[in-house]
């Protein structure tokens, strides 16, 4: 019931920001609506095909998305195949003549929407969780046909609402058709099954790009991590886990990185190294993280990475403004996984400047400086941050800038600077000590 209530005042919130419901409702309808829900991670990761017909000229259709989770969201249109603007809560789109039909593919990606249900489970306890959501497709508008399908990442279902017509087979939970669905009808469906998957989040993320135009690029992570699933109950019992390993423990990290990364490292916090490994792939290389202790329900571990590029494959001149374009990753390669607080730097060098960032998303930006060995009024770091982040945000980000030349060789003119002065310095020591033992030698000749 106290879902219910959450559900409702989660669409009043969408719909106060939509204006009045009777123009909005009256401009479209829904004609059929098909919903796959993905519940087999720890993300609900709705695909919803939409085909609705426009009852006026319209460009604006909008979505009702329960606000009480943490969401991304993509939107395609079906006939182009293109990806549309999402902005809050509606999608701009090319004008729909009346009667007019709109083909969308919505894809909406939840999370923290499946609760451990026991919270507190023992070592050997496989993990149930409960799912709430609505058997209705939520929308403010009236929707003629729909039905929905949602698969569970287990056939372990202890119970799963009914609505009819509904039937669970296997891990496959099905709802409707349903015909002729008033906007905003809500009934609240609720599944409890049990998903042994990782609830792994990460709860901080900083991510360092280190730009050297000399051919390297660092890259280092630091991850906090918590095991968010149901919590352990009781003490840990190695000899135990042995015997039988817990079915909702966390073993392994495993992280994309781009194909040409070298020179791998990893540490925990006690500066304890543990093994980490890495697979080739056709595009890419998996980097493998194996803790020390394996992460039980409610733990954490913090634990820093890195490896080095080859800078030539990631750094670009813009041959319009002479501008140097980094184009390089934001955000984890490691599936099914969802950041609280998400922080990128790009240590770009010294003397860099006009720092621009194209994302396909909004970022919170801001600039730092860091002194590093042989700088001199250090180097600009510009500083992306982002809450709440899924895969959809793994995506390539550019961030330009300006170099001059002079910037460029200030730290090799440094360096050749002061060998210079070094072989000056030992020229004229020579040359000192050489005129001494000259003069000593004619000194020498005129006392004979
Ligand atoms: C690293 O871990 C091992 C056991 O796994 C422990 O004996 C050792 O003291 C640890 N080293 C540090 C520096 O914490
Ligand atoms: C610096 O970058 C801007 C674009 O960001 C460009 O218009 C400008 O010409 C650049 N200046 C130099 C000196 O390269
Ligand atoms: C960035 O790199 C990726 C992968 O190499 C590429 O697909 C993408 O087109 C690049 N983007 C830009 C703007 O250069």
């Not at 009346?98 to 306890?125: A, C, D, F, R």
Request: contains cysteine; hydrophobic residues 40%; glycine residues 4%.
């Amino acid at each position: 019931m106290k879902g219910q209530v959450l559900f409702f005042s989660a669409l009043a919130l969408i719909l106060l920001i939509s204006g009045s419901m009777a123009t909005v409702a009256s401009s479209w309808v829904n004609q059929d609506v098909v919903r796959s829900i993905d519940l087999t991670s720890q993300l609900s990761k709705s695909t919803i095909q939409i085909k609705a017909r426009a009852l006026k000229e319209s460009s604006v259709y909008q979505l009702a998305i329960d606000s009480s989770y943490h969401s991304s969201i993509q939107v395609f249109d079906e006939d182009s195949r293109l990806p549309l603007l999402v902005k809050f809560d509606s999608i701009s789109h090319k004008k729909v003549k009346s009667e007019g039909v709109l083909n969308l593919k919505v894809i909406v990606t939840l999370m923290g929407q499946m609760k451990p249900y026991p919270e507190h489970i023992t070592q050997t306890q496989g993990q149930l969780v409960k799912y709430t959501d609505n058997h209705y497709f939520s929308t403010p508008y009236k929707t003629e046909s729909q039905k929905t399908t949602v698969k569970l990442a287990t056939a372990k279902v202890e119970s799963a609402s009914e609505l009819s017509p509904s039937s669970v087979k296997g891990n496959t939970v099905s709802y409707g058709p349903y015909k002729n669905i008033e906007a905003f009808t809500v009934s609240a469906m609720s599944i409890h099954f049990e998903n042994n998957a990782p609830f792994l989040v990460i709860t901080s993320l900083i991510k360092e790009y280190e730009v050297s135009h000399w051919g390297n690029l660092a890259v280092e992570t630091h991850y906090d991590v918590q095991h968010k699933g149901a919590a352990l109950k009781g003490a840990f019992s190695r000899l135990d886990f042995q015997r039988q390993p817990s079915p909702a423990h966390i073993a392994e990290i495993q992280e994309i990185v781009p194909k040409s990364a070298a020179d791998f490292y990893y540490r925990d916090s006690i500066g304890n190294i543990s093994t980490s490994s890495y697979t080739h792939h056709p595009n890419h290389l998996t980097l493998k993280i194996v803790p020390r202790f394996p992460l039980m329900g409610g733990w954490k571990n913090s634990f820093y990475a890195g490896f080095n590029l080859p800078v030539g494959q990631f750094l670009s001149v813009d041959s319009d403004t002479g501008s140097y374009v980094l184009n390089v990753t934001f955000g984890v390669g490691i599936d099914n996984i969802y950041v609280e607080s998400h922080t990128v730097k790009f240590i770009l060098p010294e003397g860099a400047t006009d720092i621009k960032v194209t994302a396909p998303f909004d970022v919170k930006m801001s600039q730092e400086n860091r002194k590093t060995y042989l700088d001199t009024v250090g180097r600009p770091v510009l500083v992306l941050h982002l809450d709440h982040t899924a895969a959809e945000n793994y995506q390539y980000i550019q961030v330009s800038y300006n170099l001059s030349s002079m910037a460029m060789f200030h730290e090799p003119l440094l360096l050749i600077g002061a060998v210079f002065a070094l072989c000056v310095l030992i020229m004229i020591y020579v040359r000192f000590e050489l005129s001494i033992s000259k003069n000593n030698i004619v000194v020498d000749k005129k006392t004979n």
